[in-house]
């Protein structure tokens, strides 16, 4: 996503992503539609996001951040 997106074109870009891909099993597949929709939410921030994500008690990489496998 680039140029001047608004937060509703970050939303509904989500919806479609969760609604194109979200019905494919398995847990790797949902793990990349989670990942895609905050991409799409997040924009430029994602890079930031994920690493207070994975950020905690034992510093950087208490928690993972799983891109998972496009279905």
């Known amino acids: 996503m680039s140029g001047l ?3 509703a ?3 509904i870009a989500a919806i479609e992503i969760a609604v194109k ?3 494919h099993d398995g847990e790797h ?3 990349w539609v989670i990942d895609q929709m905050v991409r799409a939410l ?3 921030r994602y890079d930031e996001l ?3 994500a994975c950020m905690g008690v034992d510093g950087p990489e ?3 951040w799983d891109v998972g ?3």
């Open 21 to 23: 891909h979200g019905g």
């Open 42 to 44: 997040a924009g430029d």
């Open 9 to 11: 074109d970050r939303i």
């Open 29 to 31: 597949h949902k793990a």
């Open 62 to 64: 208490t928690y993972r």
């Open 69 to 71: 496998i496009a279905p």
């Open 50 to 52: 994920v690493r207070a």
């Open 5 to 7: 997106i608004t937060p």
